[in-house]
């Protein structure tokens, strides 16, 4: 299973971006997918993870909430994090999961992830 994250850059504080992943080489409706971000020095961090059918959508408990939506596209094999309102301790490396087990906030559960997009937002 491949994971190929793309959608990063460089922003302005208040901009959106718009982080998708396409997944190959599996059948992407048995995978629950996850967002993690890592900061310089830090261990990942999960923003987001939505449920195989896409019913079911989870958000970290951090900042992100309000701002940031996980959605799937079961038929085009792709999972998107629409970020609204970015703001500069949004910088960070971006990275794409899936999970054969279900959605879940924690990494260990995810058997596959993406190489990663910097999203960097200026002040």
């Known amino acids: 299973v491949q994971l190929q994250a793309s959608g990063g850059g460089l922003v302005q504080a208040g901009d959106s971006l718009k982080l998708s992943c396409a997944v190959s080489?599996?059948?992407?409706?048995?995978?629950?997918m996850g967002w993690f971000r890592q900061f310089p020095g830090k261990d990942r961090d999960f923003i987001a993870a939505?449920?195989?059918?896409?019913?079911?959508?989870?958000l970290s408990d951090y900042s992100v909430k309000g701002r940031f939506t996980i959605s799937r596209e079961n038929d085009k094999n792709t999972v998107t994090l629409q970020m609204n309102s970015l703001k500069p301790e949004d910088t960070a490396v971006y990275y794409c999961?899936?999970?054969?087990?279900?959605?879940?906030?924690?990494?260990?559960?995810?058997?596959?992830w993406g190489q990663g997009t910097q999203v960097t937002v200026s002040s």
């Open positions: 080489g599996g059948t992407f409706s048995t995978y629950a």
């Open positions: 939505v449920s195989k059918s896409g019913a079911k959508a989870y």
């Open positions: 999961a899936a999970n054969p087990y279900g959605s879940s906030r924690s990494e260990g559960g995810y058997a596959y």
